[in-house]
């Protein structure tokens, strides 16, 4: 199984502070994407990153792919209560076909 | 709103009984996967049909089944249920060219399984 290891597990700041999370693999992945996930719903994919090196960004967030294709980091500034959520990383796994596997996510939890 | 529909959106039921949950995909869309979400153990999935087909598995247990049927909709079956069953069940679909999953997942907001 092609393991994503996501960390911290749990982040608590106030809001206008920033943060990173990050995502971390043994194996190669041919794209991994993020996904946030919100109380009472499913994810909804923020971005997908495919190219070793790849810097993405979604108005305060900031997506990076490793150069070895093998972690990325999601970058938040001035977080907002908003961003509240479950931040998941996920790649597709050899060892499954084509469906993705996701890491166990980062609970964020943003106070004003 | 994803567009992915799963019913029932909570189900109590007792050990050793068996459900179904429900899943219709976004309209055009051909894969359904199927994953299960518990506190420890994450979004794990489960298993994905493409157009009728079994595509793929994943962590999913001998007691549970699952199909896809003509119209795309797929259902889930879970049989001699244990507590450790108890978990939110979500399906998600996609429509990438050949079957192959190199976008987004859409997910449908999930079904939660209390088993007591």
């Known amino acids: 199984t092609q393991l994503l290891e996501q960390s911290p597990q749990f982040l608590s700041i106030q809001e206008g502070e920033n943060l990173t999370v990050y995502c971390n693999s043994s194996s190669v992945f041919s794209s991994l994407q993020w996904y946030r996930q919100e109380p009472g719903e499913g994810p909804v994919l923020l971005v997908t990153?495919?190219?070793?090196?790849e810097v993405k960004k979604l108005k305060r967030l900031t997506f990076q792919f490793g150069d070895a294709r093998k972690d990325s980091s999601l970058h938040i500034t001035a977080a907002q209560p908003g961003d509240t959520g479950l931040y998941l990383c996920a790649g597709v796994g050899s060892n499954s076909g084509y469906a993705l596997n996701f890491g166990k996510g980062t609970s964020l939890l943003v106070t004003p | 709103d994803s567009g992915v529909t799963q019913t029932p959106k909570h189900l109590i039921t007792a050990t050793g009984q068996r459900v179904t949950l429900r899943c219709s995909p976004r309209s055009g869309d051909l894969s359904v996967y199927w994953y299960q979400q518990s506190l420890d153990q994450g979004l794990q999935f489960l298993i994905q049909?493409?157009?009728?087909?079994?595509?793929a598995k994943g962590n999913i247990l001998e007691r549970f089944s699952a199909q896809q049927f003509p119209d795309l909709h797929s259902e889930l079956n879970l049989s001699s249920l244990e507590l450790g069953d108890s978990a939110l069940y979500f399906c998600a679909s996609s429509n990438p060219t050949s079957g192959a999953n190199t976008g987004e997942l859409f997910f449908g907001e999930g079904s939660r399984l209390t088993v007591l």
């Open positions: 049909y493409y157009n009728g087909e079994e595509r």
């Open positions: 990153v495919v190219t070793g090196g």
